[in-house]
Nanobody, 124 residues
Framework: QVRLVESGGDSVQAGGSLRLSCSASGFLFKSYCMAWFRQAPGKEREGVAY????????SYADSVKGRFTISRDNTKNTLYLQMSSLEPEDTSMYYCAAGRRGVYCTDQSQYENWGQGTQVTVSS
């Protein structure tokens, strides 16, 4: 069974940093696209960052470019999201997701497996 468990969410002040982790099990992690999504109350789910199985390529939402870095350790089946220069607008529940790549890891339709989420709150 696919299992994704996020951790690392916290309450921080604007300008601060956090590192989120996602522990994955139950599937061949190294063959899957991985992604971070976020969803705040009353807002649509947003794809934040995507990373290819080999980690040779990644993609980011415009809202987080230059501030967030996605990475993965295929030997540990773990996905990371390093967040810096956090803004109140980053406040959201952050979810880890796994998808069986078709062509692009940025294709959101492939993401059928989700973690339970970890809360990030950024105060001004």
């Amino acid at each position: 069974q696919v299992r994704l468990v996020e951790s690392g969410g916290d309450s921080v002040q604007a300008g601060g940093s956090l590192r989120l982790s996602c522990s994955a099990s139950g599937f061949l992690f190294k063959s899957y696209c991985m992604a971070w999504f976020r969803q705040a109350p009353g807002k649509e789910r947003e794809g934040v960052a995507y990373i290819y199985p080999s980690a040779l390529s990644s993609s980011y939402a415009d809202s987080v470019k230059g501030r967030f870095t996605i990475s993965r350790d295929n030997t540990k089946n773990t996905l990371y999201l390093q967040m810096s220069s956090l803004e109140p607008e980053d406040t959201s529940m952050y979810y880890c997701a796994a998808g069986r790549r078709g062509v692009y890891c940025t294709d959101q339709s492939q993401y059928e497996n989700w973690g339970q989420g970890t809360q990030v709150t950024v105060s001004s």
